[in-house]
């Protein structure tokens, strides 16, 4: 299990939409509908954005959206607020029961 | 509303086995659907899968960790616990317990540090 490949920073403005990757490979990713997307802020524990590659869980901001095509997942964050600058991870169900990790992107808010 | 606590020590000796244990509040450990695992995070690094275990106690594991790892269940306690063996300094981490649903982790534990150390 290699972890997923995310882009190490993306940023925007207030207002502007960002897309964030998550390539992995057919094993991973491209073989299952269970993907999931975590936002973590410094010195927090992470926080569930979305699951199951595109469904968000009660009280998260319809700001964010999640896709897949193929093996790459991808995580939209629409409107774009300082409240948005955190960490955030992809994760995807592996097959037998076992997760593999994104390498996580550092979300800046010009 | 459900709350996980880790709790263990926090600096273990190398080549000795880190033990954390995961008491889970404000609902069953036994609740069907549910598994549990932990995730750990060395300092300033990415998050990675140790394992989850299911109320029944069946069992999974990362596979880049499996021969040093044992996860298990308490339900008498609603509990759960991680055993480590034979840590190095690359097992010093943050490390996580976790409720999982529908293969995505909903509830976190506050976290807990564990530096491997003499």
């Known amino acids: 299990q290699s972890a997923l490949t995310q882009p190490a920073s993306v940023s925007g403005s207030p207002g502007q939409s960002i897309t964030i990757s998550c390539t992995g490979t057919?094993?991973?990713?491209?073989?299952?509908?269970?993907v999931s997307w975590y936002q973590q802020h410094p010195g927090k524990a992470p926080k569930l954005m979305i699951y199951d590659v595109s469904k968000r869980p009660s009280g998260v901001s319809n700001r964010f959206s999640g896709s897949k095509s193929g093996n790459t997942a991808s995580l939209t964050i629409s409107g774009l607020q300082a409240e948005d600058e955190a960490d955030y991870y992809c994760c995807s169900y592996a097959g037998s029961s076992t997760y593999v990790f994104g390498t996580g992107t550092k979300v800046t808010v010009l | 509303q459900l709350q996980l606590q880790e709790s263990g020590p926090g600096l273990v000796k190398p080549s000795e086995t880190l033990s954390l244990t995961c008491t889970v509040s404000?609902?069953?450990?036994?609740?069907?659907?549910?598994?549990w695992g932990w995730i750990r995070q060395p300092p300033g690094k990415g998050l990675e899968w140790i394992g989850s275990i299911y109320y029944s106690g069946s069992t999974y594991y990362n596979p880049s960790l499996k021969s040093r790892v044992t996860i298990s269940v308490d339900t008498s306690k609603n509990q759960f616990s991680l055993k480590l063996s034979s840590v190095t300094a690359a097992d010093t981490a943050v490390y996580y317990c976790?409720?999982?649903?529908?293969?995505?982790?909903?509830?976190w534990g506050q976290g807990t540090l564990v530096t491997v150390s003499s």
């Open positions: 976790a409720k999982l649903i529908s293969s995505a982790v909903d509830y």
């Open positions: 057919s094993s991973d990713v491209g073989g299952y509908n269970y």
């Open positions: 404000g609902g069953s450990i036994s609740s069907s659907s549910y598994y």
